[in-house]
């Protein structure tokens, strides 16, 4: 029988920061976020500036799936994949909100670094633990 793997049973690449870091920088992360939207949200509110601020949105959901997605499925290789395609949309909301102010794309460039760094992160824990048959976690569990 197959049973998920928890995190804390993952073996995990040497250069992982202690999980006292993630908190504080999410935080100060989405602090940033909140900042750049609400500068582009200044230059004419939602009807104006309704491309970059649906954009900003649609980052958001994406982001936060990736916790469903690594967490609850469990499946590194697909919170990958998805990180991936989080880092272009963060990108492009960036591209779109230096359009209306310059200075709420730079306020973006911290969270481009930190989901690349998460990514490359989350990939070598798929790598590390991945399953030969298929890229979600297991493990043999023998109850004889």
């Known amino acids: 029988m197959f049973q998920a793997v928890r995190y804390e049973g993952l073996e995990k690449p040497s250069w992982l920061p202690p999980n006292s870091v993630f908190g504080p920088v999410w935080a100060g992360l989405y602090f940033l976020m909140a900042v750049a939207a609400f500068m582009v949200w200044r230059r004419g509110g939602f009807l104006k500036q309704a491309l970059p601020l649906s954009v900003y949105s649609i980052q958001l959901v994406a982001n936060f799936s990736w916790v469903f997605i690594y ?10 994949i998805e990180l991936c395609c989080l880092w272009v949309l963060i990108l492009v909301t960036a591209v779109l909100f230096g359009r209306v ?19 490359s992160l989350n990939f070598e824990l798929w790598r590390l633990n991945r399953d030969e048959k298929n890229s979600t976690l297991t493990v043999t569990n023998s109850t004889d």
């Not at 967490?71 to 590194?76: G, H, K, S, V």
């Not at 102010?101 to 690349?116: E, G, Q």
């Open 71 to 80: 967490l609850e499925a469990r499946d590194l290789l697909a919170a990958f």
């Open 101 to 119: 102010r310059r200075a709420s794309a730079f306020l973006l460039v911290p969270y481009l670094i930190w989901v690349f760094f998460a990514g």
